[in-house]
């Protein structure tokens, strides 16, 4: 069955750095656009990044140039850099299978001082 398992979360002070990581199994990897997405509480779950089969990268505009999205496809795993922590960035982060309804179970990053 397909499964996509995150890690990497935790607790950091603003201004700090994580790394998040999502391993996929059951699929055919490298073929899909892959995405991070994340909900905080009392909000809705919103898109922060995402990378196409050919690398191709997008962000939402309050993460760009402190997130960085990446892929191994040889590992079949997806990476999310994040930088710079604010602690509006504080939510569980999913991986996701763009276009399908194949989430992970999440991860929880929490920015605090």
């Known amino acids: 069955q397909v499964q996509l398992v995150e890690s990497g979360g935790g607790l950091v002070q603003p201004g700090g750095s994580l790394g998040l990581s999502c391993v996929a199994s059951?699929?055919?990897?490298?073929?899909?656009?892959m995405g991070w997405y994340r909900q905080a509480p009392g909000k809705q779950r919103e898109l922060v990044a995402a990378i196409t089969d050919g690398g191709t990268t997008n962000y939402v505009d309050s993460v760009k140039g402190r997130f960085t999205i990446f892929r191994d496809n040889a590992k079949s795993t997806v990476y999310l850099q994040l930088k710079s922590l604010k602690p509006e960035d504080t939510a569980i982060y999913y991986c996701h299978v763009v276009g399908s309804n194949i989430w992970g179970q999440g991860t929880q990053v929490t920015v605090s001082s």
């Open positions: 059951g699929l055919i990897f490298s073929i899909n656009t």
